[in-house]
């Protein structure tokens, strides 16, 4: 099955500083590539994804990179805010079955 | 509100004990993902159901076991409860049909305390 990990597991940035948090995963047939922030006591919900037939994606201060060939993937944080203070999850889905591996988060505190 | 609907929000139960954990996916929704998150931990795949089918397994223990029924909404079944088997529940959806991933949907999940 799909293994996928992440790192770092705890990130401290001050705010207006840079975020970056990586995964690797292991199943060279998973095709989709999302990134779940999880406030304290909330559910975890989706911030972007990626698909395999791109390389980079963005969304305002957000953005994700994928590298197939050594099989990772990058969430990259600009201009962080008090408001990013989450914990942030990668997940990896191989093509046929849907499901999602997670990793095991990391948790983004933004200083003010 | 992501449209997954999970219940009880919370239960506590003590050890030995038997539980079900209920879950109704987004109105068209398909796939039916269960996760474990336990204290500070990540989240750990448990099973997947797809219209009715087991589709994957994950790190699911014996004494768990899931269903997901016509109507689409699914049950997971925990026994012989232990201490260590306390842990927010999640159940997610997706409206995946196969030919690819796509967005999963998060209930607010089931907080289960064991006793």
């Known amino acids: 099955g799909e293994n996928v990990e992440q790192h770092p597991s705890t990130l401290s940035v001050q705010e207006g500083d840079s975020a970056v948090i990586k995964c690797t995963y292991s199943d060279s047939a998973s095709n989709y590539f999302p990134w779940y922030k999880q406030e304290l006591g909330k559910r975890p919900q989706l911030i972007i994804d990626i698909r395999s037939n791109v390389g980079e994606k963005k969304d305002q201060r957000i953005a994700v990179t994928l590298n197939k060939t050594a099989k990772h993937f990058s969430l990259h944080i600009t201009e962080t805010q008090p408001e990013d203070s989450a914990v942030y999850f990668c997940?990896?889905?191989?093509?046929?079955?849907?499901?999602?591996?997670f990793g095991s988060g990391t948790k983004l505190n933004v200083k003010p | 509100d992501s449209g997954v609907t999970q219940t009880p929000k919370h239960l506590i139960t003590a050890t030995g004990q038997r539980v079900t954990l209920r879950c109704s996916p987004r109105s068209g929704d398909l796939s039916v993902y269960w996760y474990q998150q336990s204290l500070d931990q990540g989240l750990q795949f448990l099973i997947q159901y797809y219209n009715g089918e087991e589709r994957a397994k994950g790190n699911i223990l014996e004494r768990f076991s899931a269903q997901q029924f016509p109507d689409l909404h699914s049950e997971l079944n925990l026994s012989s409860l232990e201490l260590g088997d306390s842990a927010l529940y999640f159940c997610?959806?997706?409206?995946?049909?196969?030919?690819?991933?796509?967005?999963?949907?998060f209930g607010q999940g089931t907080r289960l305390t064991v006793v």
């Open positions: 997940a990896a889905g191989p093509y046929n079955f849907n499901k999602f591996y």
């Open positions: 997610a959806s997706s409206s995946s049909t196969g030919q690819g991933g796509t967005e999963a949907f």
